[in-house]
Structures are given as C-alpha cells and as structure tokens.
C-alpha cells in the first residue's frame, strides 16, 4: 500500500518493491475487466452531471447561496472547457472530502489519479511546509541540495539509468516523443523530419497540441489544426496492423507509444 511507502526511508526502496507492487497490480487486472463487462454489457450506469440540480434559474433552491455563488463566479469568469458537477469542495483529509457546506464524500476520483496517496497526506505537508521555508525555486540554471537525492531514488526505485524530471504528465509525454525524435535522426539515422510516432487508438494523456495530434476522437483534436506531423494511430492491442506499419516504413518509426487513459 502507498501509505506503507509513505512510511519508508528513500534508502529502503528497492526496485524489488516496484517489482512486488507491479505484480500485485497485475494480479487484480481479472477484476477490474470483469466490472468493465458487467458496466458495458448489463447496462450499469453511474449518475451524471444531468441527474444534478441545475445551477441557473432558481440555483438557491438547488444548492446552497455558498456554493452557487462559488459556482457562478466560475461561470461568468472561467473558461467553460470543463462541465463540473455542482458540488463545490472545500478540504480533504485522505479518501474523504467535505463541500462548502459541510457535506462529506468518497473521493474515488482522487483528481484521475494525482492524489492517489489521499488529500493532504501528512509526510507530504509536512515536506512541503518545510521546503516552502527554505528556498522556492532555483531553476535548472543551479544547482540544489535535493535534486541529486531524488535522481537518485527515483533511478533506484525504478532500475533506471537516469531521469528528466518534469512537472506534470503531459510534459513527460512531449518529452519521451522529444527524445525519441532524436535518438532516430542521431542514432538510428533517420533522414531529418522523417520520424514517425505511432500512438494507439482511444488514447488521452493530454491537452497540448502534441497529445491532441495523437488522438482519434473528433471532441479532443477538432478545430486544433494543423496538427504535429509524423503521427499515426493504430488501433490498440492489434498486432496484425502494428507488424504492417513497421514492415512499411518501420525504418522512420521511432517509437511506437501505446498511451490509453481509463
């Protein structure tokens, strides 16, 4: 479990752990497509967003004052890429969160997998708390006192050689397509801008123009092009279709990334 790990020394994990944790985690993937099928094939749904009170109209007597205004500051002043539920968050404290008014909730969204470890874990505040007093930022122009440690155990933990650290996702996403560019023009002698990335159908990993040129879904790439040349999707897990693009133009393809997004 996570809050076991949380509990560790860096100089204890080994990537023997990772070994145990990836195995357990394959060991429950039967279940978990198990509950796939029954959702698609014995028609479970869950509640949506328009199973919610709506917030226009007479909002107040939907929701609390507290919590519609919260949601009306966001209508008139936010973008609208995103279609909320009407339920307005306040604190967390591990699996559970509490709204404006005092209600709690399960988080089983655990924000699509960022707070896997429960909200406001108190090795990570505490960490935080102490850091934030010591020094902010540097930049990559210094160097600092932590970097060096985390290579280190992030290497370790995980049997690699080194690490490109980046802040969110999607980055690391653009950055392994970055590498894999120019490893096939300086390595594999790929003539320049001929790279080729193929990328697995149904696949989400991001917002950026790179992640939206990967995608096949209308609602996630319409109205964004041109797009990043060099891109191909293939349907995921079929093998037949993967063997016939790298025997047709397997010497520009550079990386074959199967990212899929539950």
């Not at 040129?213 to 319409?222: F, I, M, Q, V």
Request: charged residues 20%.
């Amino acid at each position: 479990p996570l809050n076991d790990w949380l509990k560790t020394s860096p100089g204890s994990i080994t990537t023997n752990n990772f070994v145990r944790v990836e195995n357990r985690m394959l060991a429950i993937r039967p279940a978990l497509k198990k509950i796939e099928h029954l959702v698609s094939r014995n028609k479970i749904y869950f509640r949506s967003a328009s199973s919610f009170p709506a917030i226009d109209g007479d909002c107040e007597t939907a929701i609390s004052s507290v919590a519609s205004h919260c949601i009306s500051l966001e209508k008139k002043y936010g973008a609208h890429n995103y279609a909320p539920l009407p339920v307005v968050l306040k604190r967390g404290e591990g699996t559970r969160v509490w709204d404006v008014d005092g209600k709690s909730y399960y988080d089983f969204l655990s924000a699509y997998s960022a707070v896997n470890q429960g909200h406001c874990h108190p090795k990570i505040v505490n960490a935080l708390m102490e850091q934030a007093t010591k020094l902010t930022l540097t930049s990559r122009a210094f160097h600092n006192d932590c970097l060096g440690e985390y290579e280190m155990f992030i290497t370790a933990y995980f049997g690699y050689d080194r690490v490109l650290p980046m802040n969110t996702g999607v980055e690391g996403g653009e950055t392994a397509i970055k590498l894999a560019r120019r490893w096939g023009y300086e390595v594999k002698g790929i003539p320049h801008n001929h790279a080729r990335v193929l990328f697995a159908g149904g696949n989400f990993w991001g917002r950026t123009l790179a992640a939206v040129s990967s995608s096949d879904d209308p609602s996630a790439y319409g109205g964004f092009g041109p797009y990043m040349p060099g891109f191909s999707n293939i349907p995921y897990g079929d093998k037949r279709i993967l063997e016939e693009e790298l025997e047709k133009d397997g010497a520009n393809v550079v990386s074959d990334v199967f990212f899929l997004f539950y």
